[in-house]
């Protein structure tokens, strides 16, 4: 049976890169669905009115969340599994409309975002076409990434990045091959630090129970069975305690992080959680520096924590 859920403000239902196993009926409130605009880059919010479904796409096609869901006032869900949805959907003829009135809404989206990339006069096609396989494997849609880079290679078989698209698209066709389009299932060894663990605890953090989801990532990175999972863990321990206000033992915690692991696939994101402490403890100054820090990134590889330090800068230096 579906299950009903109840989220309070700012709480996160699922974010980017989650695996998707579930699909959500909003039954009261406001949820935001945001996600990065492939065209411009730009994070864009869409929100979910009472009575919609959303999380369908990825938890039918079995491939990571492609977009982040944000509550955004008190509200009430149901979460079906894929076989409660199917079932229901089998019997009620108005939500397979309405899904299909949904999906072919986005994919005219999507068609016309191609299009500017790969056919605009103000940008080279051939960059367009890379620009586009490039963000699909850096954020891990490898389907999507094997179709461009594969388009790529057709049109530009002596072009200029032929080298990186070839080995994208070799490194797509490896992960589908070897998971299809789901995420690598946890295996029963990684019971104590895999990706169910991992997810309960999230499902914790999202419905604001920050004592329990923060023993619960702690218990996933001692047991380090799974490194991945484990390294994850670390930084929502730091997001735990800045929920609960516990602003100077935050940045100790995430000081000594980057003190053992300086290279954490989540170093954007814990410098600008060290910065929103700063500001939480009045500290201006320092504050700045963290922002300032995190947008001189080599790279600036990070653009979402790269976005949301400018923001704050901005806001700080008015």
């Known amino acids: 049976m579906p299950k009903t859920l109840q989220y309070q403000p700012k709480s996160v239902i699922y974010f980017q890169g ?6 959500f009926l909003l039954q009261k409130g406001l949820v935001n669905i945001s996600y990065q605009d492939i065209e411009t880059g730009q994070d864009i919010r869409e929100p979910v ?47 397979v409309f309405k899904m299909l009135k949904v999906f072919s809404t986005q994919m005219r989206r999507v068609h016309k975002q191609l299009s500017g990339l790969t056919e605009s006069g103000a940008q080279n096609p051939e ?7 490039e963000y699909y494997i850096k954020n891990k849609r490898f389907s ?18 032929t080298d990186r698209a ?15 389009k789901a995420p690598p299932p946890a295996g029963p060894s990684a019971a104590a630090g895999g990706r169910q663990a991992y997810d309960d605890a999230l499902s914790l953090f999202s419905q604001n129970k920050y004592p329990e989801a923060f023993a619960a990532f702690k218990k996933i990175a001692a047991a380090a069975s799974d490194p991945g999972y484990a390294s994850k863990s670390l930084f929502d321990m730091g997001r735990c305690i800045f929920a609960m206000g516990r602003y100077e033992e935050c940045i100790r915690h995430y000081t000594q992080i980057l003190a053992k692991y300086p290279k954490h696939p989540d170093m954007g994101d814990i410098l600008f959680f060290m910065g929103r402490c700063y500001e939480k403890l009045k500290q201006k100054n320092q504050a700045l520096l963290f922002y300032r820090k995190i947008i001189a990134l080599a790279g600036s590889g990070d653009s979402g924590a790269r976005a949301k330090a400018e923001k704050a800068l901005a806001e700080l230096e008015v």
Not at 127 to 133: K, N, P, S
Not at 167 to 174: F, G, P, S, V, W
């Open 49 to 95: 009115q009472a009575g919609e479904f959303f999380g369908v796409k990825s938890a039918l096609g079995k491939y990571p969340r492609e977009e982040t869901a944000l509550v955004m006032n008190e509200s009430t869900l149901m979460a079906f599994t894929v076989p409660e949805f199917e079932q229901m959907a089998s019997v009620n003829t108005r939500i």
């Open 166 to 180: 070839s080995k994208y698209l070799e490194a797509a066709e490896i992960y589908l091959k070897k998971y299809g």
């Open 18 to 23: 989650d695996s998707a196993d579930k699909i």
């Open 127 to 133: 960059i367009g076409l890379f620009t586009l396989g």
């Open 144 to 161: 999507e990434a094997r179709y461009a880079c594969s388009r790529y290679l057709t049109y530009y078989p002596a072009g200029k990045f």
